[in-house]
């Protein structure tokens, strides 16, 4: 990772816990294993916009493992998409950031993804209609592995087949952890790409905390017909050490012993966390 992508996603970082410390809840192990994916969409030029007002919106994303909202609410505030300082709103009384996301209460969230499993479908929805609306745009959708014990994921993941999505995108973050333990543990035997190239997509691996090896996955041209996916392999917690790989911390903040070691790792100032 190059020096300027290091030190956004430094920064991320810090806004998210910040965030989240102060709002008192946050799924932040979750966050931070996202975080590389969601700025090399936003702010790396893989996503093309248009306006957000405009019925003639371009690409999509969906955020589907929507526990980590924290993490899009922080890359949107960066990227310039929303009200400056909204960011620091976060579950404050009254306002409209959630912690999971839900459209309608803020700009650029195309979908309400607090239950796991919905996103993927909407996603095919979306991807339809661009289709037939003979659109040059994509439709890209954020998954975690954990939510693809869901079967609406594989429900979905047919139909985009079916219906010869090529202009649909799919990002896995493989961090290999849920809620109560480790996937391979709780699924067993997981395979994803083979499982996924058995569905008939076009499956391609990264680093997942690599902007670069991110956005070359993203921007190659999709297999006439066929959906793609992108194996991003993550660090649950990545950025802390006391979180990384640890699924205790899959919903929790810091007690006052380890909000130290935050502040140490992250370089936060004394008086910044309030």
């Known amino acids: 990772m190059n020096g300027t992508d290091a030190r956004d996603c430094l920064e991320l970082r810090r806004a998210i816990f910040l965030a989240g410390y102060r709002g008192g809840a946050a799924h932040l192990a979750s966050c931070f294993s996202s975080v590389e994916i969601l700025y090399t969409l936003y702010m790396k030029g893989v996503l093309d916009l248009g306006q957000w007002d405009s019925r003639e919106r371009h690409d999509r994303f969906i955020l589907s493992k929507g526990h ?4 899009l609410y922080a890359v949107l505030d960066r990227a310039g998409l929303i009200r400056p300082g909204r960011l620091q ?5 009254g ?7 839900r459209r309608g209460e803020l700009e650029w969230v195309e979908a309400t993804t607090g239950s796991l499993g919905h ?3 909407t996603a095919v929805g979306l991807a339809l209609a661009q289709k037939m609306d003979k659109t040059p745009y994509r439709t890209y959708v ?8 869901e079967g609406s994921v594989w429900e979905a993941a047919a139909a985009a087949v079916s219906f010869s999505l090529d202009n649909l995108v799919a990002v896995l973050d493989c961090n290999g952890l849920q809620k109560t333990g480790t996937v391979p543990d709780i699924m067993k035997a997981v395979h994803w790409k083979e499982k996924w190239e058995a569905f008939g997509w076009t499956v391609r691996d990264a680093d997942g905390h690599d902007p670069e090896s991110i956005r070359e996955c993203l921007l190659l041209e999709a297999e006439p017909g066929k959906p793609s996916l992108i194996i991003a392999h993550t660090v649950k917690g990545k950025g802390v050490s006391l979180m990384e790989g640890n699924p ?3 919903y929790r903040l810091p007690n006052r012993k380890e909000l130290k070691r935050f502040k140490e790792e992250l370089g936060i100032a004394e008086g910044e966390v309030v």
């Open 68 to 71: 980590a909202a924290l993490a």
């Open 89 to 93: 709103d976060y579950l404050k009384p």
């Open 248 to 250: 205790q911390w899959h």
């Open 142 to 149: 954020l998954l975690g592995d954990g939510e693809c014990e």
């Open 119 to 121: 996103g993927l479908p």
């Open 95 to 101: 306002c409209r950031l959630g912690g999971e996301p």
